[in-house]
């Protein structure tokens, strides 16, 4: 299944659940759409990174859920960036090597409301899926990547495409539009799928590293 086919699935399954919420919700159950900036990185110690920025879009819902308790639930689109430093094969250049990893995220997170519908803190996991970590200049595909002889930009593109994250953050506003500052740590080894390539390298581990900041407005 595509990214797009998913995203497209997951939002249908949201509408419908928020119509029949409605009849079920004593309180309120809100439909929302969202946006951002992201801030991405790899925490490993096997490649020099850098963390750059990006953005996010998506749908989410919030309901109320049991006593000062929510429960927060939907999807969004990101466009993360990421350096690598490498350098020519003479060792001559050097530079912070862009790349881009697009993809999907569906989050179930549990809301506790400080104030309720102003402010709260929110928890939960997040399932990621996402495309090759791509790189933006075709001009850098045969710089090698600092720290190895013979291991190239292009080769470290196809990355594990399923990944699990823990995410936790806070979420301040009007009963209608909020703000929000949210971080997600990879708890699944997104660089694993190199492993099973014939590199230089053998045991690739990195876990995502995410900080998201945006605004939401619920219906």
Known sequence: MSLKTSFIAVFFCIFFQQIYSQRNYEDYNFLGVQGGITFFDIKTDDLVTEQHSGFMAGFTTRGAFRNNFDLIYGISFQSASIGVEGSSFSGADTQNIAYTIQGAQINFLG??????????????????????????????????????????????????????????????????????????????????????KDLEKKDFKGNSSTILVGAVIYF
């Open 111 to 196: 809301s506790y409301n400080i104030i309720v519908k102003h402010l709260s803190l929110e928890f939960g996991p997040v399932l990621n899926i996402n495309g090759k970590l791509k790189l933006d200049n075709e001009k850098f595909k045969d710089y090698v990547l600092t720290g190895y002889e013979t291991l190239a930009t292009e080769d470290i593109q196809d990355i594990s495409k399923f990944n699990v994250h823990l995410a936790g953050g806070l979420t301040a506003g009007l009963e209608h539009f909020r703000i929000y500052g949210q971080y997600q740590y990879g708890v699944t080894n997104m660089l694993g799928k190199l492993n099973d």
